[in-house]
């Protein structure tokens, strides 16, 4: 007898950050679950394909240019797209969890978890499972790719107003990734994050 699997469900995937981005898409599609249907690194471009593709799910970074997650997310609440919403941050603080949740979306990921968990999570909104407020909640400090490039950087010498060019990001993102690399961290500066982050073993 033949084995049917199950249809992919259609998924929009929307992040600023092309590199992460790229591996949700790739991680989706590899699981055969999932059909990306589209692909925005903004939440005006993202808020376009859902209305053109009417994917079965959405998966938004929180903090996106042009228009937020929450503010997308509150755009197609208000009129009445009805798409389940998985939304991604590294923040994870329970008033944040509990913000986004309240603004309707299905769940919360923390996007500094492996992508296999990203993609169970995934399945589970699609299929109405639970998933859990915080999924894929590390139980150490994490950093996003740009953010271990740029403590990594620091440690090798160079300047924050080097690592632009030898990072190929514009100046704003590389001091908004540095920010977060240190409030992520739990320092002060960004010598100290740099020092945290070796300490655990993130930039070997």
Known sequence: MPVHRPVPARAVVADDHPLYRAGVVRALRASGRFAVVGEAADGQTAYELILAEQPELAILDVR???????????????????????MLSAF???????????QGAVAFFDKRADRTELVSAAVAVVTGRPVGAAAGEADHPLLLPLERSILAGLRDGWAL???????????????????????????ERLDEAVACALAWGLLD
């Open 92 to 102: 994870t603080e329970p008033a944040v969890v509990e913000h986004v949740l309240a």
């Open 161 to 187: 107003h080097d690592l632009p060019v030898i990072l190929g990001e514009d100046r704003a993102t590389v001091e908004r990734h540095a920010l977060d690399a240190i409030a992520r961290l739990g320092a």
């Open 64 to 86: 996106m240019p042009r228009l937020d997650g929450l503010s997308l997310l509150s755009r197609l609440r208000l009129e009445r797209v009805r798409v389940p919403v998985l």
